[in-house]
């Protein structure tokens, strides 16, 4: 497994922006899904978006056209750019990983389960 460490949370207005990043250590050129979840109080963590090897990304509905998932060329780090945010993203965001290659299919189920590895989270909070 790999270790995972966020950092980049914060408070910010609505409308404002923020950018996430996860470390990723353990392993060299991690070959899988790499991705961003977050649980909201009082709700089930859910996928936002993911980046697979070969930079294919996949997003929740609701983060299209506002967030952004990138990667460096060693998969070393994984950033969340976060524009435009809304009240509703607030929420604790967690790093994950896992050697698999439907990131999508990856996206919509893993956050109910606890496979794969998942950095301690980093709280971001959006005020009206």
């Known amino acids: 497994q790999v270790q995972l460490v966020e950092s980049g949370g914060g408070s910010v207005q609505s409308g404002g922006s923020l950018r996430l990043a996860c470390a990723v250590s353990g392993s060299t050129n991690f070959d899988g899904c790499l991705g961003w979840f977050r649980r909201a109080l009082g709700k089930e963590r859910e996928g936002v978006a993911a980046?697979?090897?070969?930079?294919?990304?996949n997003y929740h509905d609701s983060v299209k056209g506002r967030f952004t998932i990138s990667q460096d060329n060693t998969r070393t780090t994984v950033y969340l750019q976060m524009d435009n945010l809304k009240p509703e993203d607030t929420a604790t965001y967690y790093c994950a990983a896992e050697t698999v290659t439907q990131c999508a299919r990856w996206l919509r189920v893993a956050g109910l389960t606890n496979f794969g590895s998942w950095g301690r989270g980093t709280q971001v909070t959006v005020s009206s």
């Open positions: 980046i697979h090897t070969d930079g294919v990304t």
